[in-house]
């Protein structure tokens, strides 16, 4: 099993800036994924940004340039640094933990992200 916990969401004028924090904790894998979905209302769960061990990174188009994943691997932790935030960033942020190891996948509370114009 695998617990996340996240933080960091809010509201946040056009243009501003947020940082969301995942933290995970239970059995982790020397060899996973873990990232940030977002989701809006009668949409489904779209991926923002992911990182995968040995620093690998993806991102979804519309972000890229704007918003940087990191992690610190010693504490478990993934970072999403969102810049330059337009409203249709609004979403509720999911983090996401996957081992490539086993077949596994597991999800966050969830953290809302409001980005007014």
């Known amino acids: 099993q695998v617990q996340l916990v996240e933080s960091g969401g809010g509201l946040v004028q056009a243009g501003g800036s947020l940082r969301l924090s995942c933290t995970a904790s239970g059995s982790i894998s020397d060899r996973n994924v873990m990232g940030w979905y977002m989701q809006t209302p009668g949409k489904e769960r779209e991926l923002v940004a992911v990182i995968f061990t040995g620093n690998v990174k993806k991102y979804k188009d519309s972000v890229e340039g704007r918003f940087t994943i990191s992690k610190d691997n010693a504490a478990n932790t993934i970072y999403l640094q969102m810049n330059a935030l337009k409203p249709e960033d609004t979403a509720v942020y999911y983090c996401?933990?996957?081992?490539?190891?086993?077949?596994?996948?597991?999800w966050g509370q969830g953290t809302q992200v409001t980005v007014s114009s």
């Open positions: 996401n933990y996957r081992s490539l190891r086993l077949p596994s996948d597991y």
